[in-house]
């Protein structure tokens, strides 16, 4: 999770949030990413799905079985959506997002019985510090 806090700091003039996407291995690193939304224009440019993107690219393919996506604020409806179809087995998420969170707040995409995949999701990893992050970005913005 420090490693998506870090790569959150970088989102810029984004709502920063990060994510990191692990090997099946646990501890190596594919691919890490932060909301590029304003940078690129991009609406769907969200930390999560740029993670799953690159780390396809890093696999040299589009299922990352076994993996775990670490991210700092619950993953929204899209960004679910995603993490169903890249067949990701693992989302650990930092802050609840109680307005448009889809792992376990608002809707539980991720774990809808009618999905052919269903990743495990822990949830509140280091929550205070991604919501301090959150918190400070959105008094000043």
């Known amino acids: 999770m420090r490693l998506a806090l870090d790569a959150a700091g970088r989102a810029g003039p984004d709502v920063p949030v990060g ?4 090997a099946p291995d646990g501890t190596t690193v594919l691919a890490s990413a932060h909301n590029e939304r304003e940078a690129v224009g991009d609406p769907t440019a969200h930390a999560e799905v740029l993670a799953i993107r690159r780390a396809a690219a890093a696999l040299g393919q589009w299922r990352l079985s076994g993996c775990t996506l670490v991210v700092t ?14 067949r990701v087995d693992r989302v650990v998420y930092g ?4 307005k448009a969170g889809a792992t376990g707040s608002l809707w539980d995409v991720v774990r809808d019985r009618r999905l052919n995949h269903r990743p495990e999701v822990v949830e509140g990893v280091l929550a205070d510090d991604c919501s301090a992050l959150l918190t400070r970005f959105f008094r000043t913005a």
């Open 73 to 86: 604020l619950e993953p929204c409806t899209m960004c679910a959506g995603a993490l169903v179809q890249s």
């Open 95 to 98: 802050a609840r997002d109680d």
């Open 19 to 22: 994510a990191v996407v692990l």
